[in-house]
């Protein structure tokens, strides 16, 4: 059974920093694309940032040069590190798994595209 667990989230003040991490078990996923996806409150799920397994990275326009995907695959786990957080930044965190990538360099911002998904890690920025 596929299962993806997100921690790390939390409370920090605007300028803050944060660390998520999303640890993999039931498969292993370090030839598969893995992402970063967020939603807030009303809004849409948001593209945050992609690793492909070559580790090749995208993000979304909001998050470059703030934010940075790792993996250790070892671990089956991927991170995300988030720097100069904004207040509209808050939001719930999903980590996700894109099963059609295997050894794929291509990576896609579409939530639809991702097949197995954690449930989720809270990040609050306050002012």
């Known amino acids: 059974q596929v299962q993806l667990v997100e921690s790390g989230g939390g409370l920090v003040r605007a300028g803050g920093s944060l660390r998520l991490s999303c640890a993999a078990s039931?498969?292993?996923?370090?030839?598969?694309?893995m992402g970063w996806f967020r939603q807030a409150p009303g809004k849409e799920r948001e593209f945050v940032a992609a690793?492909?397994?070559?580790?090749?990275?995208g993000y979304g326009d909001s998050m470059k040069g703030r934010f940075t995907i790792s993996r250790d695959n070892p671990k089956n786990t991927i991170y995300l590190q988030m720097n100069s957080l904004k207040v509209e930044d808050t939001a719930v965190y999903y980590c996700?798994?894109?099963?059609?990538?295997?050894?794929?360099?291509?990576?896609?911002?579409?939530?639809?595209?991702?097949?197995?998904w954690g449930q989720g890690t809270q990040v609050t920025v306050s002012s």
């Open positions: 996700a798994v894109d099963r059609k990538t295997y050894y794929s360099s291509r990576w896609t911002p579409e939530p639809r595209n991702y097949d197995y």
């Open positions: 690793i492909t397994w070559n580790d090749s990275t």
């Open positions: 039931g498969r292993t996923f370090s030839s598969y694309v």
